[in-house]
């Protein structure tokens, strides 16, 4: 036998230039994309070419120059400070930032609801069962925008009078909409916030860390507790070195209205729960899915290792059913921030309601009409990177 010395080296195989070639196959590929993309481009360009022709003969007006100009509308729900003589560049962050106050706490309820009744359906409890099962029907077969009226309707109609209103201590709750206290933010409220935030950073690294040692030694350790606990303590020791402020903001019925602290209009309350409730409805089906694509061998061999029902569903089944309900969990929470745009119907001021307002006032229905189409845009894309980001995350790693 040779000695590995001896032995030549295995010439390596030369590379295959590409040519774009129309006698190759990759060459004409390329060429028809080419040919594609450029098609596309020309008809846009030739669709704006004439739009713009159209308009001008008719004495249309075109351009961004108006959201440099005053509103000159009030706005009833507004989290950005607005004055009727704001421009409507304030206008419509305005209206971004409402639809992004019901997309996000929607999803965050939305997930949870619909978590809990998707694993109710699961539950050895007949009674839980079937009102998980009504539940998912009832609202999932009900036209979200008939919903919306319905709890609308709810929150103007059936709710009592401001002069009759319930009360519960300091929480008001009426035809006017629903307040409570909120604490007066000062240093201590922002270094909270800051400790709460690195308290999720170390949850999250403790996390891992317990998932590993149960990886290697079967040893569990308790997450969620001490996840907890970091958070909230570490948001303590923040409150207490920003000088453990604790003066709150308490709402006072006034003549006409409720005064101070924090309060929330029918229209948003209204949106909200119907959002999430139906999307939920969805949400529920999706894990109860994901449970069901778990095989039973999973369960059993669970329970062969002394895990209860809870721990089996938390530490064997979710995470293998995750890779299920991750991507047809995207489209829902997609499906919650565009079908934000059915508060117009409702009056709530949400990015649609100021471009509708913005068409009506200035004519520039492109103009306005771009500017909502290219913010649902980006938050569908940023909301899909994040959710694509997750998933990779939660993929099963083969070893």
Known sequence: MSSPSMIEARPQPARKR????????????VIYQVVAILSVIGAIALLVRNTLANMRERGIQSGYDFLNQPF?????????????????????AIGMANTLKVAVVGILLATIVGTLVGVGRYSANWLVRKLCYAYVEFFRNVPIYLQLLIWYIVFTEVLPSYDELWQIGHFYLSKNGFSFPWPVWLLGQNL???????????????????????????QQRPVALVGLALIVGMAIVGWLAGGAPNEWSLPVRGTFQIENG?????????LLIGL??????????IVRSGIA??????????????????QSMRLVVLPQALRVIIPPLTSQYLNLTKNSSL??????????????????????A????????????????????????????AAIQER
């Open 18 to 29: 590409r040519s774009i070639s129309w006698r190759s196959r990759e060459g004409r590929s």
């Open 192 to 218: 909270a916030m800051a400790g709460g935030l690195l308290g999720v950073v170390a949850a999250w690294l403790y996390a891992r860390r317990s998932r590993r040692l149960f990886d290697q030694t079967g």
């Open 343 to 364: 508060a117009v119907a409702i009056g709530y001021p949400e990015l649609v309601s100021i471009a509708n307002t913005t068409l009506n006032q200035t004519g520039r």
């Open 276 to 285: 999430v409730l139906y999307t939920a409805a969805f949400i529920a089906e």
């Open 366 to 393: 492109i103009e306005a009409l771009s500017i909502v189409m290219l913010v649902y845009l980006t938050l569908s894309l940023i909301t899909s990177a994040l959710m694509n980001w997750f998933n990779a995350r």
């Open 262 to 270: 924090a309060s929330v209009t029918p229209e948003y309350l209204a």
């Open 293 to 310: 694509s778990v095989s039973l061998g999973q369960h059993e061999a669970a329970a062969s290792l002394g895990l209860t029902k809870r």
């Open 72 to 92: 000159g509308f009030d706005v009833s729900e507004t989290l950005i400070p607005y004055e009727i003589t704001s421009t409507y560049w304030t206008a419509f």
